[in-house]
């Protein structure tokens, strides 16, 4: 109600855009001009509706107030005419106001469309009808509330008043208000407006209890019936609530009643009481949104004393307490939900393609605190740090909640789980894998588990969803998947919170669903990637300095304006002298010969040729590279332009000089070109390499291909990496084959001189097939070396040169062999092949360096013979005579890696009982108990649902990058420190 003194300070006033004052109604007693005052009344509504108050006082109300004439000061009786006659339309209020609201609705639609209609939602709230009694006479108050819309004339009706027209009040230059039609900069303006009060006052979507009672009566009261006794929403009176009762013949009625974040909770609870909706004498159970509107905390003791002072067996709950409570608190007490783990401490915060000011934790905190917003989308190219970025937000999440649980899915850690099931399109089927992968005895139903999502309980994440995509195939529907978080995670309390990580290649922008929200996850920039390696080496320069050297052969630039940039797990494998491209990239290039969804660089290349062909019309991406290739082979990738025209003129193509000299690879300066990286010299190479294992041009071996295998392959360097990484695994037995038909002169090679010949044969290409089967223990590797190079009971013509292989020890068995016309050159391993009584070696070159430092060899001077042999690099070797196999180290090996997998579990370090472990460990506790003298292993003390004070066994946060043994590769810098730590037991 508006009282005395407020309606006074109204009167008082001048007027202005919310506030209109008339002294008699729009039409006189005998309803001459009736239609035509109709009209011009809702223009002058219609204005006052669409014009928003900045008057903090009114609080976003407008008033037009009839029988007050602002220049006399004067009152009049508004049901009375200027002559003093009683208008007939005025004598009932309610029936005026439902003329007005018909009028409104026949004349005019919401714009923009409310809950997708345009009906004029809630018409009746908005507007308010008083009648005032002040000094002997009285007034009428027509009151307008903000409203989620503005009004749009719907068709040419009245003066001036057109299909479309938005209407609004202004101000003229003398400070008096006119009404006057939106020009598009004022609707612009007024929709900004009109968004906030939405967001507001006027959710898009309804919230409801229902499945909170439904859950509720199928625990405790299955087979009763739910009745719906009560449903008001008016969010301009503030009068919202829903009431349901449980209801069945063996027990009382059950009352739930919801108030909501829009509830004016005094007013409704009156509303309530005096329709007798509530049993006062039953049990009722009070469900209340955490925040109200303005998104402060609601009093939940106020509302509870409120309520208990009528309601005898009332309780109140916010409702995601309730449902913790009374429902499924118990089915989140097993380690499938995520326990608060301890995460990477080398963690840089990102930046995202959708802010340059905000880091990539702050928007997805926005978006988890935003309304109806149930999906994000973090997107990325691989390796970009999505999973880490998510990881650490559920970190902060979880230490700043006490009631959250988060469901993490490792799609890696069940890829092989989810292949069994024929279809996967739901929350709850990578729920019931973990489950099942668990041996849960108490689990949640889909009911339930879409329950606590949508009550906010559970936070879900789908970590690496593109592997399910790429794996599964048709038999994974993204779009069921993201239709079923919509509809059935959040049809009640829209509370859901999923969080999908994905590859940009998997993921098809266009299915954006509702309120889908996507991130994309930027690369980091020098400066990030500089504070990376600082935060890794503790600030030590040197170590910064190489680090960044290293780098910048792979940093990403795309050939516009923008600041070249890096990988964050390329970053990473720089920290341990690992570089893997690990990139998926969504493009269509027309290319045969680069790998540009899987290889970043090549997507570089690729992309850059592309723009060429679209800006220059210059050749085709596969023609562009053979330019290259012949760029790095035969100059090394530095030339002049005579070379450059001469390698076009041979592939006429010379019109494409002066488009080459201008290419974004190459660098032009004073006639001279070069490419712009000198990674990319080695780059192109292994690209030329590449197609001619690829084509299997193996009848055309000549001197170049030949030398430049001899010179670029060596086991384990970044160019055999690279190759191997281009042509697969498979191509393996391919490769055998083809060494095989070389070695016995399948194609004509004579023309290659004796030497270079011995050295292709095996020191390049067996070299290449023991890097590409690097899982061949030391009997199998024996086995290929007989199959291609024994003949007549000796191996021939093998040459093992520059043979190193610090990260796995690349040896044979060569007890009993005999050896013929072979070459050992600086295979530093030699000395710990295995040797016997029967290993005969003839006329074979023997070159240091043979073996690695501080080991020795079980070869003798009995295997040699003397008189065809040369052995100046295994004098010192022969010497010693010491065996060499350290079974001691690998031993460890074995045995650290078996007890780092115990406290491993879905993509975590998880914390392990003293008693269980040593029970585990029992046969080699020794080791067990030595991780723990050096730290790797820690103990805390801990309560637990079985002891007060537990002891724990867990992971020491300094060796938590021993993830990568898990989840990338098969060693790291953490698990090869411990070995060596652990010598000196």
Known sequence: MISDRYFEDLVNRDENTWLEFKSYWYWDASNNKKEEGWNELLKDLSAMFNTRSYDDQVNGRKYIIFGYDEKTRNHNNYREDRHGNDITDLIDINQLKDNLVKKLKSRFLCYPLFKGSSDLYDIESILEIKAINYKDTTNLVLIIHDAPYLLQSKSNTGKGTRSGDIWLRKLKSDKTPENDIADHAQVSELLEIIRDIKLKSYPEKETTILKVVEAFRDKNLPGADIISKANERSYTTGICYEIYSVESEFSNPIYFLYFTKYTSQNKTFDHIKNLDLINKNEKVFILLDTVNKKGGKIDIDRISYIFKEFYKKSESYYIENFSLIKLYEELFNNDVFYKGQTLNKNFIKPYTEESSDKTADLLINEWYTSNNHPLLVLKGSGGCGKTTVVKNFIKSLYSSQSNINVLYINSHEIINDIMKMDKIEDIFDFYSILATKNNLRKKFNKKLLALSSDNGNLVVVLDGIDEVI???????????????????????????????????????????????????????????AEKYFAKVFNNESKKIRQSMAIASDFKINDGKDEPESYIPYILDMIKENIVIDDNSLNLELKTEVLQYSSNVHD??????????????????????????????????????????????DSMHATKNLNKFKDHPLLVHDNGNLSFRYDFFATYFKCLYLYSFFANEEFDSIDSTKSNLLIRQISFGNEFTLMLKTRLGTSFSEKLKEIILFLVNNGYQINHIQDGNRLMLLSSALFILLLDMRNELDKNERTNLMREIYEKDGYIENLSIVDLHSDSKNIIFDFKGMKFNNCLFNNYDRFSECTFDEHTIFKNTVFKPKLSHKGLNTNISNFNIDFSTCNTVGLDDLLEKKIALKDMKKDETRRNVKRIISYFWNNGYFTDKLEREAKNRFKNIYQTFENLCDIGVILAKKQSTSQKRQDTLYYISDDYLDLRKIFEENNSCYELESIIKKLESY
């Not at 994905?502 to 993921?507: G, L, T, Y």
């Not at 800006?615 to 070379?643: P, T």
């Open 603 to 648: 997507y570089l290349v690729a992309k850059s040729c592309e723009r060429e062909i679209i800006k220059l019309d210059n050749l085709e991406i596969d023609e562009q590279i053979k330019i290259f290739n012949r760029i790095a082979i035969e100059y090394d990738g530095i030339l002049n332009e005579r070379h450059l025209e001469n390698i076009l």
């Open 470 to 528: 790429a794996k599964k195939g048709s038999d994974f529907d993204l779009n069921a998947l993201i239709e079923s978080i919509f509809n059935d995670y959040s049809g009640n309390l829209n509370k859901t919170k999923v969080i999908i990580t994905c590859r940009d290649f998997f993921w098809d922008e266009s299915q954006n669903i509702g309120n889908l929200k996507t991130l994309r996850l930027k690369p980091f920039d020098q400066k990030l």
